[in-house]
C-alpha cells in the first residue's frame, strides 16, 4: 500500500537558518504529494502541493520540488522564522486512490530566536 | 466561509460511555473523512464518505461508527469509548472534481480524553 516516510524531529533551528524536512513516499501509479503544517492548537492547513513530475510546490518560503526517480519531496526554507514552528507533515494521494491521504508521522520544528 | 467546523472542542469521558464527534461543512464537498491524530503515528484514516448515503472503513474504524445522511454533515460515533480512543480527532472535506489534485480542508479538530 500506500506510505510516507519523513524525517523524525524534533527539528530546533535559530531564525534565518535554513530548513530541510525530508520525505519519501511509495504509492501505486502517479501520486498528488502535499505538505501539510499544523501550528499548536490548531487543525492543519495545506502548506503546498505537487501533482505531477519535477512540479515544485511554493508558498511562504517555503519550496519543495516532486521527484519521481527518487520518490521524494523534500520541504525547504531558506531562512526559517520563529513564526514557522510548527509540525509538518507530507502526504499523498496514491494514483489508484482519489480519497485516500495518507500521511508520514510528522516533524516538529521549533526555531529560536 | 466556515469551511469545516467540528464540535466540541474537547471532550472528556467514562469508559464505556457514547457520544457523538460532529462535523459539518460548508463547501459542498462529497468526500469526508475522519482522522485521528496519536503522537507519533502521524494522521491515521478512521471512515470516509464519498458522497451522502456511502461510507466505508479506514484503516483503524474499530470501535467508531459513521453516517452520512446529508452532504454537509459526518458524525463519528464512539458507542463505548475506551481509553485507546483518547486522541485529537479531525474531520476533513475535499470536492470529487479534481481527483488527487485537490487538497483536503480540516477542522480545528476534538480533544477527546477517556478516562
Known amino acids: 500500500g500506500d506510505s510516507v516516510t519523513q524525517m523524525e524531529g524534533p527539528v530546533t533551528l535559530s531564525e534565518e537558518a535554513f530548513l530541510t524536512i525530508n520525505c519519501t513516499y511509495t504509492a501505486t501509479g502517479y501520486p498528488s504529494l502535499f505538505w501539510y503544517v499544523q501550528y499548536p492548537g490548531e487543525g492543519l492547513q495545506l502548506l503546498l502541493k505537487?501533482?505531477?513530475?519535477?512540479d515544485k510546490g511554493s508558498n511562504k518560503g517555503f519550496e519543495a520540488t516532486y521527484r519521481k526517480e527518487t520518490t521524494s519531496f523534500h520541504l525547504e526554507k531558506g531562512s526559517v522564522q520563529v513564526s514557522d514552528s510548527a509540525v509538518y507533515f507530507c502526504?499523498?494521494?496514491?494514483?489508484?486512490?482519489?480519497?485516500?491521504?495518507?500521511f508520514g508521522k510528522g516533524t516538529l520544528l521549533t526555531v529560536n530566536p | 466561509n466556515a469551511g469545516v467546523t467540528q464540535t466540541p472542542k474537547f471532550q472528556v469521558l467514562k469508559t464505556g460511555q457514547s457520544m457523538t464527534l460532529q462535523c459539518a461543512q460548508d463547501m459542498n464537498h462529497e468526500y469526508m473523512s475522519w482522522y485521528r491524530q496519536d503522537p507519533g503515528m502521524g494522521l491515521r484514516l478512521i471512515h470516509y464518505s464519498v458522497g451522502a448515503g456511502i461510507t466505508d472503513q479506514g484503516e483503524v474504524p474499530n470501535g467508531y461508527n459513521v453516517s452520512r445522511s446529508t452532504t454537509e454533515d459526518f458524525p463519528l460515533r464512539l458507542l463505548s469509548a475506551a481509553p485507546s480512543q483518547t486522541s485529537v480527532y479531525f474531520c476533513?472535506?475535499?470536492?470529487?472534481?479534481?481527483?488527487?489534485?485537490?487538497?483536503?480542508?480540516f477542522g480545528d479538530g476534538t480533544r477527546l480524553s477517556i478516562l
Open positions: 505537487a501533482t505531477k513530475a519535477d
Open positions: 502526504a499523498l494521494i496514491g494514483g489508484g486512490s482519489n480519497y485516500k491521504l495518507t
Open positions: 476533513a472535506s475535499r470536492p470529487r472534481q479534481g481527483a488527487g489534485n485537490q487538497p483536503q480542508h
